[in-house]
């Protein structure tokens, strides 16, 4: 069986699905995009996915993309490794978490980072940061308090879930130059879950693989 292509930028959202797959343990090939140089934007990428962006998984002659499908897919498909809870509630909530990020988190985010999908003119675009700004961070005070009420740690279920690695990358992108959060002063359950993800061997290989630097939160 050919091993499975997962196709990511570093420090992107792909993060989250890059740190499942390492999890999973399974074997796939980490095959970097350079968005800065458009690569995603090549004919050969937008033949594996036509809207340009990462990240991508191709597995045989199946491929999906948006990291909530790809967490799933990957959890589904290394079953032993119990990335997906198991019980009723826990399964509830780590869907509703995959979907809460994707749908809320990174588009608030996406207003500040990508202001000209959203406006034409630079006032216009100034206007869509603005109000992204607010909207975001009212949003990571959602998250903050959401995961005030987690129990063992995790943010779904009683164990590990790849809705954890989905927090991290949101908690990175916090802590970097374009939001500039006190991510340990202001939203400190969130750091302490950072720092739990961070800790895990998985982790340390893709931010390694990535090229980047492994964040050492204050807990």
């Given at each position: 069986?050919?091993?499975?292509?997962?196709?990511?930028?570093?420090?992107?959202?792909?993060?989250?699905?890059?740190?499942?797959?390492?999890?999973?343990?399974?074997?796939?090939?980490?095959?970097?995009?350079d968005t800065a140089k458009g690569e995603q934007k090549t004919a050969d990428y937008l033949k594996i996915n036509p809207k340009?962006?990462?990240?991508?998984?191709?597995?045989?002659?199946?491929?999906?993309?948006?990291?909530?499908?790809?967490?799933?897919?990957?959890?589904?498909?290394?079953?032993?490794?119990?990335?997906?809870?198991?019980?009723?509630?826990?399964?509830?909530?780590?869907?509703?978490?995959?979907?809460?990020?994707?749908?809320?988190?990174?588009?608030?985010?996406?207003?500040?980072?990508?202001?000209?999908?959203?406006?034409?003119?630079?006032?216009?675009?100034?206007?869509?940061?603005?109000?992204?700004?607010?909207?975001?961070?009212?949003?990571?005070?959602?998250?903050?308090?959401?995961?005030?009420?987690?129990?063992?740690?995790?943010?779904?279920?009683?164990?590990?879930?790849?809705?954890?690695?989905?927090?991290?990358?949101?908690?990175?992108?916090?802590?970097?130059?374009?939001?500039?959060?006190?991510?340990?002063?202001?939203?400190?359950?969130?750091?302490?879950?950072?720092?739990?993800?961070?800790?895990?061997?998985a982790t340390a290989a893709v931010f390694e693989r990535e090229g980047l630097e492994l964040p050492q939160p204050r807990a």
């Open positions: 069986m050919a091993r499975m292509k997962f196709f990511y930028a570093p420090g992107a959202c792909s993060l989250a699905s890059h740190i499942a797959l390492e999890e999973a343990e399974a074997d796939f090939e980490a095959v970097r995009i340009g962006r990462v990240p991508a998984l191709v597995d045989g002659n199946f491929i999906v993309t948006e990291n909530p499908a790809i967490l799933r897919y990957v959890a589904v498909t290394h079953p032993d490794k119990e990335l997906w809870p198991a019980e009723p509630w826990g399964e509830a909530r780590c869907a509703e978490w995959l979907a809460f990020l994707s749908s809320g988190v990174h588009p608030s985010y996406a207003h500040i980072r990508r202001a000209e999908r959203y406006a034409t003119t630079e006032e216009g675009r100034r206007d869509v940061v603005e109000t992204g700004r607010r909207a975001t961070r009212e949003i990571y005070q959602m998250v903050e308090e959401k995961l005030s009420a987690i129990r063992n740690g995790w943010a779904a279920g009683d164990g590990y879930s790849v809705a954890d690695p989905y927090l991290l990358v949101f908690w990175t992108w916090g802590a970097g130059s374009v939001l500039g959060y006190d991510m340990e002063g202001d939203f400190p359950n969130w750091t302490a879950h950072a720092g739990r993800v961070l800790a895990r061997p």
